[in-house]
């Protein structure tokens, strides 16, 4: 019984790529191979390398520039970028790999009921799928068909007819080594039943678009993001693959104490290692707290720039800052994580552009829930700018889109009133139009429109801050005017030579206002 336990173990381990520790040794994912033997661990819990208690991911980080520019602490408790990449790499989905993938790309066409598409065509919804599939590197559409169905929450997704026409024809075509079909999930029970009737991986959206942050995500906390919302594939992969062995024979056997069953130990490992995830999730989410409170009190104001994927907010957080480190791609993703940019305004106010992930149509609750933690920056900000891609065919239909998920993720309603709308990419559009109200038309690619944005800006930040433009008289044999340089904005300075004075003008917040009164015993 054991040998045969052993041979199944051996069967799933490498597919779900999970390791494990016997005791203190570390044993290897393909190390389940060699449990050949009457004798099995007693316990199994996953390791990261180094052998702690179950959830401990706990480590000294070493002091440097965090992903945001600010310095970090040597003593704060973060996870080091060795014990990531350990979680990052521990399991990577089945079939979702650096190889190449030719794929086949379903959209099924709803006809009506609650999943049909009313702000989009199926021909918009089918370039979207095709795009995602191009943004990977060795991944290309070799074919693509949209179907009509009236049944999409059925196990096979499209009536009998039309679900065997779609099987001939892929079937029929050469080299194909997936499908994609253009849904946000696809169950368990789903994936299994059309994998077996086509006979190659089939991929849904959620396996995608979780493939293309693995290939961008560089920091520490995007990869981790992407490990977390990676659980519910890898729990989906596992419900397939025990049902494939309860059809062979032993699949539901016990091979632990009190009556463990396979799918249960399975379960216990995807479920301590997405306790180290959060473990250190909550600790870098700790430490972007710090960095914000840091941000607080030097009193910078906070801009978040939003967006449908690849709509341009970073290109256009580059013409605000002039910083030559942004580098932006004509990709889908291709920013992960939140980035932080200063940039000045028309009055010389220092502000911070927080630049942040596109958001999609369609883009699964989970995805969104896992980035959660990075974009609780939005919700601190002290102003929200969207940026449309107004040259898109579907622009209306992203603007819904990203309003929905901002309305999901509760961002405050002072946010949602004042929130900037840009239209973006005007150079791409003929004759370009809009009836729209308290629009700001930019290209960002070629810099127009852009002061007129920072005035729009400043005029919100002074609003919603609470900011006051004050004419102070300072005395210039003091520090007050030095004072007033560092910590508000001074716009105007008029001396008093023969007084010895002169009369500062500035943009001042409440509390550093405060401040100065009680420095100056300002009356």
Known sequence: MATQIANRLYVLAPRLQLGCTWGRRRLPAAAFGGLRTPCLPRKLTLSTGKHRGPGDLSGRYTGRTGEDGAHEDPSEDVPEDAEVDELFHQQVPRGVGDGEQRLFVVHPDVKWGSKKQYLTTADLMMAEAVGLVNTLENWRVVDKIILSTKTPEKKRIFGKGNFQFLTERIRQTPGITAVFVNVERLSALSERELEEAWGVKVFDRYSVVLHIFRCNARTREAKLQISLAEIPLLRSRLKNEIANLDQQGGGARYIGGSGE?????????????????????????????????QRKHKDFPVVSVMGYTNCGKTTLIKALTGDAGLQPRNQLFATLDVTVHAGQLPSRMTVLYVDTIGFLSQLPHQLIDSFSATLEDVKHSDLIVHVRDISHPETVNQKVNVLNILKNLQVPERLMSSMVEVHNKIDLVDDYYSSEPNILPISALREEGLNELKEVVEDQIVKCTGKHILNLKVDLSSSQLSWLYKEATVQDVDVIAEEGSAVVKVIIGAAAYGRYRKLFTVR
Do not use: D, G, P, V
Not at 274 to 283: D, G, N, P
């Open 261 to 293: 069953t396979l799918m249960e130990f399975q379960q216990t490992l995807l479920k301590e290692r997405e306790t180290k995830i959060r473990s250190a999730l909550e600790r870098l989410r700790k430490k972007r707290h710090l960095l914000r409170s």
